[in-house]
């Protein structure tokens, strides 16, 4: 699946075999192997969680003797492990390899930029080894500290991944609450929407009209003189994306148009409800009970209690609600202005854009069991090394975390329900012309008016 969702989106070369063709072939493969971990750590919680739900519901059956404990440690160690020999090595040795020549004086080759990239990446290692090593001694300046970064495999390694895992989590902190108000656009644009008091044959002979007199206008063109050639064939596309769209509209049935709609918006809502809720109830139990950290004691163990109140249905509620913090988080990733030109196109993105896009799901994906359950949204405790990281047991960024998500995702929400009647605000006391509200800017830049229809409608 990762391999074909890479090659959906990576630009097509030639298919000689040079020496290019090789090392992109190579830099595939590890790209495909790094998204494939990212998958896996993103399944990691909600297999964990059925795990526990079908040895409780089955403790003796002979047939599930299998799934026990000892697995679910091992799949929690195998993540951590292949997390950080895709951050810390195969990422850096697929961006490196790509950018690679080979040193001067040597015969150029394949040997030649693997050796480069050797170098590159014993550099890069002695670089972040002290920074690591500086960092540690300005926050925790003692003997037992700087000795325990000599232990590379036991202290250094989990030390660099907990660091990482933390900019993950403020990475997530930042995109999930902008792409749980973005998922209702997101969702509004891939449905059809029900066409109350529209009359849809008029808008579509209007837009026809205006697709005309713009291929006229085009046709008969020889240089530019009013509109640039490239701005009318922009708007033409545009023209007739909106054409597409509006007779998709009347073509949908009225099962898709009026219930289909309401109902996944409702959903929505009430998932992210559901997600502030818990979360507000995790902050009432920190302050409350000190079980509640996720670094805090150990509970009973794989298949001994249901980790939900509820039981099943409560850990499939969990679940659910663990992939669409997921998809949101990716969603609001895309969304932020930093990350839009990271946006992957289709058959048109090159392989170092592919890359850092696989370290950015990595590090996401890495960050979600930590997320959901500093968060409360389930609690599973974390294994192996995703449960050893030191700031988790640091009471005040726990809580600090909580109530940063409960804020900004309420406000993200408040922000994108009131848009609309803030806009109107706006329009009524003629301050829209301002450009105060980012959405009234959106949708006048959105919508082509090369003849003053489109805007009337």
Same mark, same amino acid.
């Given at each position: 699946?990762?391999?074909?969702?890479?090659?959906?989106?990576?630009?097509?070369?030639?298919?000689?075999?040079?020496?290019?063709?090789?090392?992109?072939?190579?830099?595939?493969?590890?790209?495909?192997?790094?998204?494939?971990?990212?998958?896996?750590?993103?399944?990691?919680?909600?297999?964990?969680?059925?795990?526990?739900?079908?040895?409780?519901?089955?403790?003796?059956?002979?047939?599930?003797?299998?799934?026990?404990?000892?697995?679910?440690?091992?799949?929690?160690?195998?993540?951590?492990?292949?997390?950080?020999?895709?951050?810390?090595?195969?990422?850096?040795?697929?961006?490196?390899?790509?950018?690679?020549?080979?040193?001067?004086?040597?015969?150029?080759?394949?040997?030649?930029?693997?050796?480069?990239?050797?170098?590159?990446?014993?550099?890069?290692?002695?670089?972040?080894?002290?920074?690591?090593?500086?960092?540690?001694?300005?926050?925790?300046?003692?003997?037992?500290?700087?000795?325990?970064?000599?232990?590379?495999?036991?202290?250094?390694?989990?030390?660099?991944?907990?660091?990482?895992?933390?900019?993950?989590?403020?990475?997530?902190?930042?995109?999930?609450?902008?792409?749980?108000?973005?998922?209702?656009?997101?969702?509004?644009?891939?449905?059809?929407?029900?066409?109350?008091?529209?009359?849809?044959?008029?808008?579509?002979?209007?837009?026809?009209?205006?697709?005309?007199?713009?291929?006229?206008?085009?046709?008969?063109?020889?240089?530019?003189?009013?509109?640039?050639?490239?701005?009318?064939?922009?708007?033409?596309?545009?023209?007739?994306?909106?054409?597409?769209?509006?007779?998709?509209?009347?073509?949908?049935?009225?099962?898709?148009?009026?219930?289909?709609?309401?109902?996944?918006?409702?959903?929505?809502?009430?998932?992210?409800?559901?997600?502030?809720?818990?979360?507000?109830? =995790?902050?009432?139990?920190? *302050? $409350?009970?000190?079980? !509640?950290? /996720?670094?805090?004691? +150990?509970?009973? %163990? #794989?298949?001994?209690?249901?980790?939900?109140?509820?039981?099943?249905?409560?850990?499939?509620?969990?679940?659910?609600?663990?992939?669409?913090?997921?998809?949101?988080?990716?969603?609001?990733?895309?969304?932020?202005?930093?990350?839009?030109?990271?946006?992957?196109?289709?058959?048109?993105?090159?392989?170092?854009?592919?890359?850092? =896009?696989?370290?950015?799901? *990595? $590090?996401?994906?890495? !960050?979600? /069991?930590?997320?959901? +359950?500093?968060? %409360? #949204?389930?609690?599973?405790?974390?294994?192996?090394?995703?449960?050893?990281?030191?700031?988790?047991?640091?009471?005040?960024?726990?809580?600090?975390?909580?109530?940063?998500?409960?804020?900004?995702?309420?406000?993200?929400?408040?922000?994108?329900?009131?848009?609309?009647?803030?806009?109107?605000?706006?329009?009524?006391?003629?301050?829209?012309?301002?450009?105060?509200?980012?959405?009234?800017?959106?949708?006048?830049?959105?919508?082509?008016?090369?003849?003053?229809?489109?805007?009337?409608?």
């Amino acid at each position: 699946v990762s391999y074909f969702i890479i090659t959906r989106y990576k630009r097509k070369s030639d298919e000689q075999e040079d020496e290019d063709a090789i090392v992109n072939r190579i830099s595939l493969f590890l790209s495909t192997f790094t998204l494939a971990v990212s998958a896996g750590a993103v399944l990691l919680l909600p297999f964990s969680i059925i795990s526990n739900e079908i040895l409780l519901s089955f403790p003796q059956n002979y047939y599930i003797q299998w799934l026990n404990g000892s697995l679910i440690h091992g799949l929690w160690n195998l993540a951590s492990l292949f997390s950080n020999l895709c951050l810390f090595v195969l990422m850096p040795f697929a961006f490196f390899f790509l950018e690679s020549e080979g040193f001067a004086g040597l015969k150029k080759g394949i040997r030649a930029r693997i050796l480069e990239t050797l170098v590159m990446l014993l550099l890069l290692a002695l670089l972040i080894f002290g920074i690591v090593w500086v960092a540690s001694a300005l926050i925790d300046n003692d003997a037992a500290s700087m000795e325990s970064l000599y232990d590379l495999w036991e202290f250094y390694l989990p030390y660099l991944y907990s660091c990482i895992s933390l900019m993950g989590c403020l990475l997530l902190l930042l995109c999930t609450p902008v792409g749980l108000s973005r998922m209702f656009t997101v969702m509004g644009q891939l449905l059809v929407k029900p066409t109350i008091l529209e009359d849809l044959d008029e808008q579509i002979y209007i837009i026809t009209l205006e697709e005309e007199a713009l291929q006229r206008r085009l046709n008969g063109l020889s240089s530019s003189v009013e509109y640039n050639i490239m701005e009318l064939e922009q708007e033409l596309e545009n023209v007739k994306t909106l054409k597409t769209k509006l007779e998709r509209r009347k073509k949908a049935s009225a099962w898709e148009r009026n219930l289909v709609y309401p109902a996944v918006m409702v959903l929505l809502l009430i998932e992210t409800s559901i997600s502030v809720l818990l979360v507000a109830c =995790n902050i009432l139990c920190l *302050l $409350v009970d000190e079980t !509640a950290m /996720p670094k805090g004691t +150990r509970g009973p %163990g #794989i298949g001994n209690a249901s980790l939900s109140t509820f039981g099943f249905v409560g850990a499939a509620l969990e679940i659910i609600l663990i992939f669409y913090l997921m998809v949101s988080s990716v969603v609001g990733f895309y969304s932020l202005r930093f990350f839009g030109n990271f946006t992957p196109k289709k058959d048109d993105t090159t392989m170092t854009k592919i890359i850092g =896009n696989c370290v950015s799901i *990595l $590090v996401l994906s890495s !960050a979600l /069991p930590v997320m959901s +359950r500093t968060l %409360g #949204i389930t609690r599973f405790d974390l294994l192996g090394d995703f449960g050893r990281f030191n700031w988790l047991g640091n009471f005040y960024i726990v809580l600090s975390y909580n109530l940063l998500f409960a804020i900004v995702t309420t406000l993200c929400l408040v922000r994108k329900f009131t848009s609309a009647v803030r806009e109107e605000l706006f329009k009524a006391l003629g301050l829209h012309k301002l450009h105060l509200s980012n959405t009234s800017r959106d949708s006048e830049t959105a919508k082509p008016s090369v003849n003053g229809h489109q805007k009337a409608l």
